[in-house]
């Protein structure tokens, strides 16, 4: 069974960073786009940012272009997501996602909350 765990949520002030990671196993991560998803209690879940199975492209929803960044290591079968200038409105619940055609896995989620 294919699995994905996220850490590195938590408690942050705005304008602050936090950065998390996804650790996959059981499946062939170097093959699949890696997703970070985010969901607010009563809303959709809204993807954040996409990168390619080799790295080599990525693209983010225009909220968090410019203050997030998704990385990977296939050879740590890990994504992350750093993400800075953080605001009340970042706040929700942080998926990570593998997708690969009709494969498509998600992990369990990692809160993060933006408060003074």
């Known amino acids: 069974q294919a699995q994905l765990v996220e850490s590195g949520g938590g408690l942050v002030q705005p304008g602050g960073s936090l950065r998390l990671s996804c650790v996959a196993s059981?499946?062939?991560?170097?093959?699949?786009?890696m997703n970070w998803y985010r969901q607010v209690p009563g809303k959709e879940r809204e993807l954040v940012a996409t990168?390619?199975?080799?790295?080599?492209?990525?693209n983010y929803a225009d909220s968090v272009k410019g203050r997030f960044t998704i990385s990977r290591d296939n050879a740590k079968y890990a994504v992350y997501l750093q993400m800075n200038s953080l605001k009340p409105e970042d706040t929700a619940v942080y998926y990570c996602?593998?997708?690969?055609?009709?494969?498509?896995?998600w992990g369990r989620g990692t809160l993060v909350t933006v408060s003074s």
């Open positions: 996602n593998a997708l690969l055609n009709t494969l498509n896995y």
């Open positions: 059981r499946f062939t991560f170097s093959l699949y786009v």
């Open positions: 990168i390619t199975s080799t790295g080599g492209s990525t």
